[in-house]
Every structure is written in C-alpha cells, then in structure tokens.
C-alpha cells in the first residue's frame, strides 16, 4: 500500500513575493501623488477668475457708453460698515441725465471668496477717475449692500476710457470685522491696466505688478 502523504492540488496562481508588493505599492503610491496634482490644478484660482470676471465688465462698458450717450462708471465697494462685501463687490451704474440720477446696469458681480480690490495696488493717476469717495447712487438694495463709499472708475459718453492707464488689481486676502483687509501674499496678485478704449491688458507675471 502506498503510504506517501496526500498533497492537495493548488490553484495555479503563486503568491506574490515581497519585493513584487513593494513595487506594486510604489506604483500605487506615484498615481496618487500624480491624481493629487492634477486636482491641485484644477481648482478655480480666485485671482484669476476674478480679474476675467472684472476684466469683462471693463471690456463691455464702453459700449455701454455709447448706447446711452451717457457716462459709466464701474464702481468698488470700499465701504468699512460692510465688511463682508468691502473690495468683492463690483456695480456698474450709468448716468440718466433725464432724472438726474444714477442707474444700475446689469446685475452687481462679486469676486471669488478670497480675492479683494487691492487699492494699495492701484494708485490714481492724473486727470483719471477719482480716488475712493462718498458716492451715493441710489440703487436698490441688494448683493452690493448699502454702502456709500465707492472707488470708481469712468468712461465718458463717447466711450473713451477716462481711467485709461489706471490699474485694477486683484489680491488673495481676508477681511476682519472692521473691513480691515489684509493681504498676505504678494505674489498672489492679478489685474490688468486700461487702455483708452478700456480693454484690459492683463499683467502675465505677479512680478509685473
């Protein structure tokens, strides 16, 4: 009789050896990091979003000019009182001459949370547009808030960029309660300067800022 032990039959597949798992494990570990970039670049920049955002607004409101015969100006919301709203809230308003008012054109934009006016940034030059002021348009009370206390910016009725040559500046910040704001990081800055047609050139590089 035959006494030999019994060996069960196996499943055809070997075990993987130590150093298989470790490659395998490194593979998988440089996918990661891989997939954890990519999603890194495909969040929104607040900066960049929000300079297209206002860069269309300029770009648009020469026309705008011209269709009513009338100034526009495209106002920042600079008011302290609003905390929340202060540098992310832009309108643009034109003049009805025929009331003797200011008008809200189109609906009032706010920039991406994180990215404010940077006012600092943006120095008034001679015969441009006015420097924050007390500014009290009228307007129905909504995203733009209440407040009084605008930056702005004009074009003359015939469509010409009075603000030609002046900047506009976007910056990553935060704002405290008092609408105190503060930015951090210079070189997460964005913007362009107006021509006198009021298209934006777009700054390329932080460092030409």
């Avoid at 050896?17 to 990519?38: D, F, N, R």
């Avoid at 905390?83 to 809200?104: C, E, H, T, Y």
């Amino acid at each position: 009789m035959d006494s030999s032990p019994i060996t069960w039959p196996r499943n055809g597949h070997r075990a993987f050896s130590l150093v298989e798992l470790l490659v395998v494990l490194a593979v998988i570990s440089i996918l990661i990091g891989i997939g954890t970039g990519v999603m890194t670049g495909l969040k929104p920049n607040p900066v960049s979003t929000g300079e297209q955002m206002a860069g269309r607004l300029f770009a648009s409101s020469r026309t705008l000019a011209l269709n009513k015969q009338a100034p526009v100006r495209i106002l920042v919301h600079q008011d302290t009182l609003e905390p929340d709203k202060i540098g992310r809230v832009l309108v643009r308003i034109w003049f009805d001459s025929a009331n003797n008012r200011w008008q809200m054109s189109g609906s009032p934009i706010q920039l991406p949370t994180g990215a404010f006016f940077d006012p600092s940034q943006c120095p008034v030059t001679p015969g441009g547009s006015s420097p924050t002021g007390t500014m009290n348009v009228n307007l129905i009370s909504g995203i733009q808030g209440t407040g009084t206390n605008w930056r702005y910016y004009e074009f003359a009725s015939n469509g010409a960029c009075i603000s030609a040559g002046e900047r506009f500046i976007i910056s990553t910040g935060f704002a405290d309660s008092g609408g105190t704001i503060t930015f951090p990081d210079a070189s997460k800055r964005g913007g362009f300067v107006l021509r006198s047609t009021g298209k934006p050139i777009f700054y390329q590089d932080p460092n030409q800022i």
